[in-house]
């Protein structure tokens, strides 16, 4: 006589358990969501800081050609928001000129100027430049930076936009040590992610504490 097995009913799972499963299941999504939006925002601010920064050594390479080339300097006389100078001139000259003679080595003149806004996003503050390529005018070509410039001059140019921090209220000073111009100021969209602190010399005469 065969013997017959029979098995017991298979025990399903409470409710209790069931809520349990889902709740464990949607903590661990949610952990698994908030991980991924933390990577994506990381990943989108360093593509950001990336373009600051890209920005910012462009403008800064430019800038530290044409003051380089500069070889009188107007303004900052102390601390000031705008960088007025001049290349091939002089004011050691009697009278004040050229000092190079050659017609096809112009007289130019540099401005760059601190337009604030406020701050916040692409409509934040700016650094413009304007330039003359035929003398060293004895004024700025306009009385606030971001204005349609006076006769001769060209610009505004925009050199840097976004969000400006300067470490103090005036982020370009003279630097007699060195001959021309010291830059302090932090470039950023929202926040400051780019530190400039640097200072820029310029090609004067020697011994020149006129220019």
Known sequence: MRRSIRLGASRGFTLVELLIAVALSLIVLMGVVSMAAWMISRQYEGIRKGEVTGAVLYSLGRMNKELADGT????PAGADRVIRGCSNWSTMLSPP???????NTPVTAFYYCYAPAECGGEAGNSLLRYWHDSECPNAAPVSRCGEAPGSGWSGPELMLMGCFYP???NPFRRANDVAGVAMNFS??????????????????SYNNPSD
């Open 187 to 204: 470039v950023g969209r929202t926040t400051p992610t780019f530190v400039v602190n640097t200072r820029i010399s310029m090609n004067k």
């Open 97 to 103: 000129g050229r000092l190079d003679p050659n017609p």
């Open 167 to 169: 470490a103090t209220s």
């Open 72 to 75: 009188y300097l107007a303004q």
